[in-house]
Antibody, heavy 119, light 110 residues
Framework: QLQLQESGPGLVKPSETLSLTCTVS??????????WGWIRQPPGKGLEWIGS???????YYNPSLKSRVTISVDTSKNQFSLRLSSVTAADTAVYYC???????????WGQGTLVTVSS | QSALTQPPSASGSPGQSVTISCTGT?????????VSWYQQHPGKAPKLMIY???KRPSGVPDRFSGSKSGNTASLTVSGLQAEDEADYYC??????????FGGGTKLTVL
C-alpha cells in the first residue's frame, strides 16, 4: 500500500524559505504513470494546488505561486521536495504531499504537516 | 476566492439524498472530464471519492455518485449516513492554470 509522509520544519520566519520533503513508501516514485504534488490548506480554509513533478523532473506550478516555488525529485531516495521562498504569514497552512494520477486524481495523500510562518 | 464555486453548506437527514454542486467555466469543469471530488473529515487528509466526473475508486461506497452538465459538476450522496458528515471539495483540471479546487462544502447529517 502506497504511503506518503511529509517532513520538515513546522516554523519558518517571514521572508525565509519553506522546505519540505515527502517520502514515498510501499511503491516506487519512478513510474511514468504518475505525477507527485504538493497541495496546501490554510487553517479553516480550502485547498490550493501548489505544483506537481514527474519522476523525470517535469514540473507544473500554480501560476500564482510560480515565482516562489521549486519542486524537485530524488528517485534514489524515493522522495520529492518543495521549496517556497520569501514566505509571509499568508503561507501558513497544512501542506500535503500526494500522488496525482491523470492530472486531478489525487490519491493517496500524506497526513499533512502544519507550517507556521512567524517571527 | 476559489476558482470553482461550491455552496458553503448542505444538509440532509439519515437515509436522504443530498447533491453538492461545483460551478466553473468552459476553461475548467466544462472543458473536459477531469473532475474529482474529495471528502475531508476534521483534522484528516482529504480522501478521493470520485474521479473523471463519475468514477469511484475501489472501496468508495456506491452511495456516492458524480455527474456533470455544462460547466457544473455535482456530487450526490444517497442514503446519508452519520459518517458522511464532512467537508467536500471538487477539483478540476484547468489547462495552463493547472489544478483548481472549489471552496468546499460542509455536509451536515441532521
Amino acid at each position: 500500500q502506497l504511503q506518503l509522509q511529509e517532513s520538515g520544519p513546522g516554523l519558518v520566519k517571514p521572508s525565509e524559505t519553506l522546505s519540505l520533503t515527502c517520502t514515498v513508501s510501499g511503491g516506487s516514485i519512478s513510474s511514468s504513470s504518475y505525477y507527485w504534488g504538493w497541495i496546501r490548506q490554510p487553517p479553516g480554509k480550502g485547498l490550493e494546488w501548489i505544483g506537481s513533478i514527474s519522476y523525470s523532473g517535469s514540473t507544473y506550478y500554480n501560476p500564482s505561486l510560480k515565482s516562489r516555488v521549486t519542486i524537485s525529485v530524488d528517485t534514489s531516495k524515493n522522495q520529492f521536495s518543495l521549496r517556497l521562498s520569501s514566505v509571509t504569514a499568508a503561507d501558513t497552512a497544512v501542506y500535503y504531499c500526494a500522488r496525482l494520477i491523470v492530472v486531478v486524481q489525487v490519491d493517496p495523500w500524506g497526513q499533512g504537516t502544519l507550517v507556521t510562518v512567524s517571527s | 476566492q476559489s476558482a470553482l464555486t461550491q455552496p458553503p453548506s448542505a444538509s440532509g437527514s439519515p437515509g436522504q439524498s443530498v447533491t453538492i454542486s461545483c460551478t466553473g467555466t468552459s476553461r475548467d469543469v466544462g472543458g473536459h472530464n477531469y473532475v474529482s471530488w474529495y471528502q475531508q473529515h476534521p483534522g484528516k487528509a482529504p480522501k478521493l471519492m470520485i474521479y473523471d466526473v463519475s468514477k469511484r475508486p475501489s472501496g468508495v461506497p456506491d452511495r456516492f455518485s458524480g455527474s456533470k452538465s455544462g460547466n457544473t459538476a455535482s456530487l450526490t450522496v444517497s442514503g446519508l449516513q452519520a459518517e458522511d458528515e464532512a467537508d467536500y471539495y471538487c477539483s478540476s483540471y484547468a489547462g495552463a492554470r493547472g489544478v483548481v479546487f472549489g471552496g468546499g462544502t460542509k455536509l451536515t447529517v441532521l
